[in-house]
């Protein structure tokens, strides 16, 4: 094994150290709405810090490998791609830690009828799905599964648009939930980024595999 090989296995591994670390984001920021546990979303919120140092870490990797190894052709566009994802991933981590605050700040547990009228947790299990979905394709440099992304994130995108409606029609009957149906709607937005980023990183994965570039088609 060359040097440069090992310093693109050794900047994979951190990658997908970082994707694991935010899809755990993920799934305790959905288990603390459901449960209501505070205690779960403090926690989210100040694992957010061991988020950024990955990206941080990451991003010097990729300027090492840059100016010391020069890469060309498939190790080139593995560091690029891996420069975005690494952009992309700390953004989901940041919106995990958007949502464990909204948490932190309700005085109640949230309501199971405004929850399944917007098909809430369907859309956030689907979030989470997506960004696990990319994590194996980039393991298994699988292209196809990066491309099923773009199909996946029509659920999130077809309940994103449902949701004001629905939670414009709850607020008429339940005045005195106003707020909490007003950041259920903000996570909801928030779940909708998540398949946009999840789609940014699936074009990432086409690019460094196939060399073809899907941005903006």
Same mark, same amino acid.
Request: charged share 30%; net charge negative; glycine share 2%.
């Given at each position: 094994?060359?040097?440069?090989?090992? !310093?693109?296995? #050794?900047?994979?591994?951190? *990658?997908?150290?970082?994707?694991?670390? @935010?899809?755990?984001?993920?799934?305790?920021? %959905?288990i603390?709405?459901?449960?209501?546990?505070?205690?779960?979303?403090?926690?989210?919120?100040?694992? !957010?810090?061991?988020?950024?140092?990955?990206?941080?870490?990451?991003?010097?990797?990729?300027?090492? *490998?840059?100016?010391?190894?020069?890469?060309? $052709? =498939?190790?080139?566009?593995?560091?690029?791609?891996? %420069?975005?994802?690494?952009?992309?991933?700390?953004?989901?981590?940041? *919106?995990?830690?958007?949502?464990?605050?909204? *948490?932190?700040?309700?005085?109640?547990?949230?309501?199971?009828? %405004?929850?399944e009228?917007?098909?809430?947790?369907?859309?956030f299990? $689907?979030?989470?799905?997506?960004?696990?979905? @990319?994590?194996?394709?980039?393991?298994? !440099?699988?292209?196809?599964?990066?491309? #099923?992304?773009?199909?996946?994130?029509?659920? %999130?995108?077809?309940?994103? $648009?449902?949701?004001?409606?629905?939670?414009?029609?709850?607020?008429?009957?339940?005045?005195?939930?106003?707020?909490?149906?007003?950041? =259920?709607? #903000?996570?909801?937005?928030?779940?909708?980024?998540?398949?946009?980023?999840?789609?940014?990183?699936?074009?990432?994965?086409?690019?460094?595999?196939?060399?073809?570039?899907?941005?903006?088609?």
């Open positions: 094994m060359t040097h440069l090989q090992s !310093e693109l296995k #050794s900047l994979k591994t951190d *990658i997908i150290e970082m994707w694991e670390l @935010v899809i755990s984001q993920l799934d305790k920021s %959905l603390s709405l459901k449960t209501f546990d505070k205690d779960l979303s403090r926690e989210v919120i100040s694992n !957010e810090k061991r988020v950024n140092s990955y990206e941080l870490k990451i991003d010097r990797d990729c300027e090492n *490998i840059f100016a010391l190894f020069n890469p060309v $052709a =498939v190790d080139l566009r593995m560091v690029l791609a891996t %420069l975005k994802i690494n952009s992309n991933l700390e953004r989901i981590g940041d *919106i995990a830690e958007g949502i464990s605050k909204l *948490i932190t700040n309700e005085k109640e547990s949230f309501d199971e009828t %405004l929850l009228c917007t098909r809430f947790q369907v859309m299990e $689907a979030s989470i799905h997506i960004v696990k979905d @990319v994590l194996m394709a980039f393991e298994k !440099e699988d292209t196809q599964l990066a491309r #099923s992304i773009f199909k996946k994130d029509e659920l %999130l995108d077809e309940i994103n $648009a449902e949701a004001h409606q629905f939670i414009t029609r709850y607020i008429k009957d339940h005045l005195d939930k106003t707020g909490q149906a007003l950041n =259920v709607l #903000s996570v909801i937005r928030k779940l909708e980024r998540v398949g946009d980023q999840g789609k940014n990183i699936a074009e990432e994965i086409i690019f460094y595999l196939e060399a073809k570039v899907l941005k903006h088609k």
